[in-house]
């Protein structure tokens, strides 16, 4: 039996500054965007892996407005979990984020004791990205 990872929801509040985020900053690439009931769901792959998908969508799309206005008020203050990428040159991609200027730096590159090196950033919607050195 194979059990592998295939997809990853990321809660966005502003899809459109998301995906110049994830896609233009980070370089993942738009597999498919849907939009339904005025939301957006946007999937986006790695160039290395494009069996993973990351889907960004929007607190309030396909949920009740009571969950949607929960999940909305976590994201605001930036307490949903993270996502953890892994980059073949974390001071390269560090730069790059520091260049496009749209993610709070949290961590440039550094050592950690647990023996990964990497940084880390707060998306447009304030979620945590680390990015490891591969």
Not at 60 to 67: I, K, P, Q, Y
Request: charged share 25%; aromatic share 6%.
């Amino acid at each position: 039996m194979t059990v592998s990872l295939s997809h990853v929801h990321v809660l966005v509040d502003d899809p459109d500054a998301a995906l110049l985020f994830y896609r233009d900053t980070l370089g993942l690439e738009v597999k498919n965007e849907v939009a339904n009931d005025g939301f957006r769901w946007i999937t986006l792959t790695p160039a290395e892996q494009p069996e993973i998908e990351i889907v960004l969508s929007q607190p309030h799309a396909g949920r009740s407005a009571e969950l949607g206005d929960e999940l909305a008020a976590l994201l605001a203050k930036g307490e949903l979990p993270g996502v953890l990428f892994r980059a073949d040159d974390l001071d390269a991609t560090f730069d790059k984020v520091l260049a496009a200027g749209n993610a709070e730096i949290l961590q440039e590159p550094a050592s950690q004791p647990w023996g990964v090196r990497d940084a880390a950033f707060r998306d447009p919607a304030g979620n945590l990205v680390r990015i490891s050195q591969a």
